[in-house]
């Protein structure tokens, strides 16, 4: 079975409550419900990791990789547009990786509408809310 981490940057512990106009009101844990659903259609097993720190991000993409993860869907936050430590992490994996965005970046603001990370990833989605991610799922699973 292929072990595909989802990661989480920082304010997304906020989905539901912060800008719910931009975001929805779905919660993170009800994200997570979804995507455990259609991992078991999928035949993946998930790993969900959530933190506003970006070492603490890093770190487990490190520790990650090291167990032998398959594959990352990457919600950075903020961090997609600043963090290269970010972008070396998962380009150091040598695995996979699809960067989610909710909200379409590139109607944002100006500082959001580039993503430092997404160098490193095979694909980013972004605009789709919560079915992005499981775009994300679908297309890992068929690699």
């Known amino acids: 079975m292929k072990k595909v981490a989802i990661l989480h940057?920082?304010?997304l512990d906020r989905l539901g409550k912060r800008q719910p106009?931009?975001?929805?009101t779905a919660t993170l844990a009800d994200l997570e419900r979804m995507l455990r659903r259609e991992?078991?259609?999928?035949g993946l097993s998930l790993v969900f990791f959530q933190s506003a720190h970006e070492g603490a991000l890093v770190d487990r993409i490190h520790a990650l990789t090291d167990r032998g993860?398959?594959?990352?869907?990457?919600?950075f936050g903020a961090y997609s547009h600043t963090s290269i430590a970010l972008r070396d992490a998962l380009a150091a994996s040598d695995r996979p990786a699809i960067e989610v965005h909710i909200s379409d970046i590139s109607k944002r603001e100006?500082?959001?509408?580039a993503s430092m990370t997404?160098?490193?990833?095979?694909a980013m989605i972004s605009?789709?809310?919560?079915?992005g991610?499981?775009?994300?799922?679908?297309q890992l699973a068929a690699r």
């Open 118 to 122: 997404a160098g490193a990833c095979v």
């Open 110 to 113: 100006k500082f959001r509408r």
């Open 127 to 131: 605009g789709k809310g919560f079915p």
């Open 21 to 24: 106009e931009i975001y929805g």
């Open 9 to 11: 940057g920082p304010n």
């Open 133 to 138: 991610y499981v775009e994300a799922l679908r």
């Open 39 to 42: 991992a078991k259609t999928l």
């Open 69 to 75: 993860i398959d594959a990352f869907v990457v919600n």
